[in-house]
C-alpha cells in the first residue's frame, strides 16, 4: 500500500484530531480529582469553549463531518472542564468562608480550613 497525498492528508490530520482531544484529558481528571479550579484559567476555557464552537458550526458550513467529530468532541471536554471550573471555584483570598464544624458552638466556623 502506497501513502498517496490524500491518505497522508487524512492520517495527519486524524493524529492531529486525535493529539488535540486528548490533551483535554489530564486537566479535566486533575479537576475531577482534585475538585479544585484555582489553577484553571477561566477566560482560556470561555474562548477555547467559544473557539471550538464556532470551529463546529464552521465544520457544518463546509459539510465537513470530521472536523465537525473532532471539534465537537474538544468541545465537549472543554465544556466539562469549564463546569468543573465554574462549580470547583476557589473562593477569593481572605474570603471568610469556612464550612461549619460540627463540633463547633452555633454559629462558629470551624478554625480548620476545609
Known amino acids: 500500500m502506497t501513502l498517496t497525498p490524500t491518505i497522508l492528508t487524512q ?3 486524524l493524529a492531529a484530531a486525535l493529539c488535540s482531544t486528548a490533551s483535554f484529558a489530564p486537566q479535566l481528571v486533575k479537576l475531577w480529582r482534585r475538585k479544585s479550579g484555582g489553577a484553571v484559567s477561566l477566560r482560556m476555557y470561555v474562548l477555547t469553549v ?5 470551529w463546529s458550526v464552521y465544520g457544518v458550513l463546509l459539510a465537513s463531518w470530521p472536523l465537525v467529530v473532532a471539534n465537537l468532541v ?14 470547583y ?24 480550613p476545609g
Open 11 to 13: 492520517v495527519v490530520g
Open 89 to 112: 471555584r476557589d473562593p477569593p483570598a481572605g474570603s471568610a468562608s469556612r464550612s461549619l464544624s460540627p463540633d463547633a458552638p452555633e454559629g462558629r466556623a470551624d478554625p480548620t
Open 74 to 87: 474538544s468541545l465537549a471536554l472543554s465544556s466539562a472542564i469549564l463546569a468543573l471550573k465554574l462549580r
Open 50 to 54: 467559544s473557539g471550538f464552537s464556532l
